[in-house]
């Protein structure tokens, strides 16, 4: 008898899992508790599906954090070589980006779900949509099925997929957690990632708009900082842009589970210390009544710079007026300007999940519990996050192969 694997989620971890599965010749089917598949799928990289990226893999990993090498054996069993031969060989044409982002030639995400699937219902796999699965059913510690609305369905495999709580709009809840732990597993509390930052500093508001093509942004400290680098926008209530985006993981985190809300952001990355002190000791003497905001506009965005100006040396002041110690002050906004988190970014208007099942009860080898035998995980309910480009759904097709694959005597 073939074996039986009940799939709970349809994102691309849920079809990756789905698809292998078939592939294997075991009976499938897929539960969704929405009314159609692949919703938060067609709708990622607003329609146009960033769904990997091209770093090497030990660097891959890395941007996932400490625990990145988590994903080692799903990557090695499922890696980037096998999902881009598989979409091409669905008719897929692939474009790589200069920043290592994979997009669909087309632009269109339902390329990418299409060629999932596809292949699983050509062959044989079921797809049953609005089946919301409410409980696990498990027997001397060994999942046996699932109850969904209100109906038992046997498996001897079940593969939980459900995705995070980021996006409710597009699928995103707690049921999939819930599920995990009414099986016993602990739930790292999930915080947004993939967001924008939301902040206290009131006069954000008045450069909503302004983009920065380079700065360095910041949170936590010692083992828990964490940094990245790149595009800034500033917003109505805080910023966003890639830079933030990327943080917003480790920031949020950290505010969660620590109560840091700071947040340093560099302004000049390429510029240090240094080199300010030289630049404002010439503006003084070849620009003495030169407004302040002026000068440093030659670096910044002029709404910013008079911003940092007021707020550093006095509104109005020119370059003979201010004192050493008030340029001191101004090169530390400059280099290390202190924002401060408000508070957590909701659910609803972030892209990802941070947190989730406790990677210290689930097997990398197989992604099976530790607790109950015959229960996988794969996808964004674990507790790796990425930042964006194309990481984390990489990550969902290789886990979710990696949880449909054939077990292994050990």
Known sequence: MPEKIIICGSGP????????????????????????????????????????????????????????RFMANALNYAPQSWLLEHLKSMGVKIILQSDGCYFPESGRASEIADAFLRPILDRGGKIL??????????????????????????????????????????????????????????????????????????????????????????????????STRGILLFTEDGVSGPAAIDLARDAYRTFSEDGNRTILLDLTPELDHNFWRNFWEKERHASPKKQVHNSLGHFLPQALARVLADMCVGEGKTNMEISNSAIENLIVFLKKHPLTLRELCPMSRAMAMSGGVDLREIDPRTLESKL????????????????CGGYNLQFAFSSGKLAAAAKVTR
């Open 13 to 68: 971890a849920g079809l990756s899992a789905a698809l292998h599965s078939v592939e294997r010749g075991c009976d499938t089917l897929l539960l969704e508790k929405l009314p159609r598949p692949a919703v938060k799928l067609l709708a990622t990289g607003g329609g146009r599906c960033n769904f990997s990226h091209d770093l090497p893999q030990k660097e891959f990993m890395a941007s996932f954090g400490r625990n990145g």
């Open 129 to 226: 949509c609005r089946k919301k699965v409410e409980h696990i059913v498990i027997e001397n510690q060994r999942a046996v099925g699932v109850i969904a609305c209100g109906e038992f369905f046997a498996a001897d495999r079940i593969i939980l997929a459900g995705g995070g709580t980021a996006a409710p709009a597009l699928g995103g809840g707690k049921d999939a957690l819930t599920l995990s732990k009414e099986a016993g597993h602990h739930i790292i509390t999930p915080s947004p990632a993939m967001a924008p930052l939301l902040l206290a500093e009131t006069w954000i508001k008045t450069l909503a708009g302004i983009t920065l093509d380079d700065v360095e942004i910041s949170s936590g400290a010692g083992r828990r900082r964490a």
């Open 372 to 387: 109950v035998r015959d229960l996988f995980f794969a996808g964004e309910m674990i507790d790796l996050t990425g930042p």
